[in-house]
């Protein structure tokens, strides 16, 4: 009996310091995915509220939530910090919004492409939130919070655009002094076109565009994000 126990102990004790507790202690919200050194910030919109990172929850040792789950086997490494992913499964619904299919495959492939390489993490606590940083083998990124962003910290309030629907040019009025990078992405997810303007008001010439629906992405300093649905006539 007393070698029971002492063997359960030892197990007990494995699992707990096999690895940061905090891992475990917290569901992680994403905050932002790295990708070749770009910041791409996690989707807020209708459909998004929230990207989830949890480990494990059973049944599962890796849960990743967006529009679909993403799922995974789990082994640390604590002498280097790292872990490694197999068994990797992924749902397949499909994303009411053309916005979140794109950021979706970019945020899962992150790890499904590394399933034979070990990523990454490190977490890092200020006095009421603390941060996950899971780096890949290539250095591409996911960064996560242990607190729910709000939404409107990120939002470009004082963006203006108009007219929707356009014909020819958008008009982009832009009060938070900073440079703009628009990307423009089909009802297909495609990008199709790209370009910066200054923070002054600006036009960008649509006539090239078919008629049809087009998510329009700004993108600003300090992690301020705002996507436009505007229809093309």
Known sequence: MKRIILLVFVF??????????????????????????????????????????????????????????????????????????????????????????????MYFNLYSSNQANPLTYNISTNSDSSTLVVTASNGDQAIYGSARLHAKEFRMADLKTYPNPIIDELFIENQNNDNLNISVYNINGQLIHSESVSHEQSVINVSELKSGIYFFVFEGGNFKKEIRKIIKQ
Not at 37 to 43: E, F, N, Q, R
Not at 87 to 102: D, R, V, W
């Open 12 to 105: 007990l004790s494995f699992y707990s310091f096999s690895q940061n507790p905090e891992l475990d202690d917290n569901t992680w919200y994403l905050q932002n995915v790295v990708i070749d050194c770009d910041d791409h910030l996690a989707p807020v919109n209708e459909e998004i509220s929230e990207v989830t990172l949890d480990f494990f929850i059973a049944p599962f040792d890796f849960h990743s939530n967006m529009c679909n789950s993403l799922t995974a086997d789990i082994e640390f490494n604590d002498a280097n910090s790292t872990f490694m992913l197999s068994n990797i499964f992924q749902t397949f619904a499909t994303c009411g919004l053309a916005e979140n299919s794109i950021y979706e495959q």
